[in-house]
């Protein structure tokens, strides 16, 4: 007869739940307790850590920018992006300011939810002054911006833009999401998919994606 071998230790499962909508989060995290001690062994525990970005100051995250710029100023704007848009200028000089590599994906992420792409490129003008280099910046995002423009290697600049902010709103990505991402072909079909993940509020919310 074989051995049977019983497992001494399990990885812990750790539930953690990044929110910035507008609404205030009222969920508690963690169950009620069951009035039946008998029944509460046996009870599925469905604590989370939740990391509001509505409680958590601006300055607090400004000053996390030097441990990891481009993830700190991404928070930044998913904070503000239901705010009036001047109200994300303040964001977009910090974003200019450290030539964050993430620049057109943020500008990008901030057209798609306010749907105002010209206020945007007001505002970054605003901002230069006139600046003949941040003019032709503005200039290049729009025509690397995918919403515009008709560019050679259009496909994987999408692709690419939606992995980045994957990586950004959850830290990791599913390798048959990535996977599927890759080889999309459609134009259409990979526009749909930055809408979804912009308006994901986690990675699980994806998987009707590829699945």
Request: charged letters at 35%; aromatic letters at 8%.
């Amino acid at each position: 007869m074989g051995r049977s071998h019983k497992k001494e230790y399990y990885p812990p499962i750790i539930n953690i739940v990044f929110y910035h909508g507008e609404r205030e989060w009222n969920i508690p995290t963690n169950l009620p307790t069951v009035k039946d001690k008998d029944l509460q062994e046996y009870t599925q525990k469905l604590n989370y850590i939740l990391i509001d970005l509505n409680k958590i100051p601006d300055e607090e995250l400004k000053n996390r920018i030097s441990k990891n710029m481009d993830v700190i100023l991404a928070i930044l704007v998913m904070k503000r992006i239901f705010d009036d848009i001047q109200n994300l200028r303040p964001i977009l000089e910090l974003i200019i300011k450290h030539k964050s590599d993430s620049l057109f994906i943020i500008l990008d992420y901030i057209v798609l939810i306010k749907k105002d792409a010209e206020k945007v490129e007001k505002i970054l003008k605003e901002i230069s002054g006139g600046d003949e280099k941040m003019m032709t910046l503005t200039e290049k995002w729009k025509m690397e911006g995918w919403m515009k423009g008709k560019l050679e290697g259009r496909l994987e600049a999408q692709r690419k833009a939606i992995i980045k902010l994957i990586q950004l709103k959850f830290g990791n990505i599913p390798e048959s999401l990535e996977s599927f991402i890759n080889k999309c072909e459609d134009a259409d079909k990979l526009d749909e998919i930055f809408t979804k993940v912009a308006l994901a509020k986690s990675v699980e919310e994806l998987r009707d994606i590829y699945l």
